[in-house]
């Protein structure tokens, strides 16, 4: 069992299957979901699906999109899901992308960048990568500003899912420049 990654602020760990009803008042934030696939918020459904995914993703290859729970004083309140962040297959692609949603609470405190740069971290040294890529809108600067914080470049222009977006990536050498 992969044991949580830890950072002062944010504790990432796997899904357990009833979390879903906790992201999905994430997942149906408008604002959170501005650049999130079309942007619309989601369903229960698709909330139950993505926690789904994620699970049979950290089964096959230990590792996802991680639940993301912000620690606070009061460790009662540290098993709310806050937002989620990992890596995770980049569908249309053989790459592995980095990603990150945050409830909107939480936004413009570093959190999301925390988060990111322990994920990377997992990702380049307990999973082995070489790269990491992650993508975004060009409209979503917030996620372009962790994207440079983490040490990555603009590659190149990408279609995911029919939405046009911009890739950006960064190798394992690269990273550990940043540190």
Sequence with gaps: ???PIE???VRLEPW??????????????????????????WNETQTQEFVARQLRHFSE????????IVKSADAQSDETV???CGIQPLVETNEIEIGYWLAQRHWGH??????????ARDAFERVGLDRLVA????????????????GMAYER??????????LYSVSRDRWREQL
């Design 82 to 84: 806050d937002g989620l």
């Design 7 to 9: 950072t002062p602020r």
């Design 16 to 41: 357990q299957p009833d979390d879903w009803r906790a992201l999905h008042a994430i997942a149906s934030e408008p604002e959170v979901m501005r650049y999130i696939t079309n942007g619309a918020p």
């Design 61 to 68: 290859r230990n590792y996802c999109l991680w639940k993301l």
């Design 110 to 119: 570093g959190i999301a960048t925390e988060a990111a740069r322990a994920a």
């Design 135 to 150: 993508i975004a809108q060009k409209e979503n600067t917030a996620s372009l500003r962790i994207m440079q914080k983490l």
């Design 1 to 3: 069992m992969t044991p």
């Design 157 to 166: 222009n990408h279609i995911h899912r029919g939405i046009p977006v911009v």
